[in-house]
């Protein structure tokens, strides 16, 4: 029989998700829900998740593979001398003969939300054994639905099914009586919106300075690799992050390309 595992991004959509299945508002019962940490989390993402793992009948488990902001900073060297970084995150970065701004490849999703969340799922369901994976996206959202790429696990929508919008979640938190999740997702995501990035500034400056911090040891790792041109910046501008005056009208880019796991 499968076992209805939550992907828990610990954001607006998957917090909100959790607490319906809790009131039963959407079944059956999980039996547990895994949020894949990559430790670098503004500190209101995780008093949000001590909050919530209190409200549900089912565990919480927080599984992670290390310190994203270390383990992609680590400028490493191939058996044929190309130097090279891992886990790399969707920086914009200006061609230096066009000057157009592009994304730089993802890895980061893949290795540290994806894979990690898939390895516990193993684990829980044992050999022979099926996943029903509740991911939380809602029906504004619906371009981010993907099919599992591992047989042994089903993707389920819960909210697309019960056609449950972003602001549908925000309401009926409200409406429950519950405080507002926080958005969730890595403090220096380049997917971030530039309301995120103002709130962050406003409200979790430590936060903020941190990304400020990594983008500078970002470009500087980058630069030492083989093939790279270009410097890679958080924000979409291409400006230094610190540089930055922030408009509050554009959307966040979890949109594009994104398979599910960050930010919802
Ligand atoms: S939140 Fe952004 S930086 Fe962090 S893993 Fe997801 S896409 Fe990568």
């Not at 009948?57 to 310190?67: E, H, L, Q």
């Not at 994304?103 to 999703?109: K, L, P, W």
Request: some cysteine; hydrophobic content about 35%; overall charge positive.
């Amino acid at each position: 029989m499968t076992k209805h595992i939550i992907s828990l991004g610990a954001g607006v959509q998957s917090s909100s998700m959790s607490l319906m299945a809790a009131r039963g508002e959407l079944t059956p019962m999980p039996e547990a829900a895994i949020f894949a940490d990559t430790q670098d989390e503004p500190a209101s993402v995780y008093t949000w998740l001590d909050w919530l793992e209190k409200q549900l009948p089912f565990p919480v488990i927080r599984v992670t593979k290390g310190k994203l902001s270390e383990s992609s900073l680590r400028v490493r060297t191939s058996k044929h001398g190309t130097r090279y970084t891992k886990h790399g995150i969707p920086a914009f970065n200006a061609n230096p003969t066009t000057g157009k701004i592009g994304i730089m490849q993802r890895q980061c999703t893949a290795d540290f939300k994806i894979e990690v969340i898939q390895r516990e799922i193993r684990r829980i369901i044992g050999r022979g054994g099926h996943c029903t994976q509740w991911v939380g996206i809602s029906i504004d959202e619906v371009i981010r639905m993907k099919p599992s790429r591992k047989p042994y696990i089903e993707n389920h929508y819960p909210l697309i099914d019960a056609r449950i919008s972003r602001h549908g979640c925000l309401s009926w938190m409200k409406k429950n009586g519950y405080p507002t999740p926080p958005r969730s997702a890595c403090v220096y995501c380049p997917f971030h919106s530039d309301a995120e990035w103002l709130r962050l500034k406003r409200e979790e400056p430590e936060a903020f300075d941190r990304a400020v911090e990594y983008e500078k040891k970002y470009q500087a790792a980058m630069k030492q690799t083989t093939g790279i041109s270009g410097t890679p910046y958080l924000h979409r501008s291409g400006r230094p992050l610190s540089e930055v005056t922030f408009g509050a009208d554009q959307a966040d880019l979890f949109g594009n390309e994104c398979e599910g796991h960050c930010g919802v």
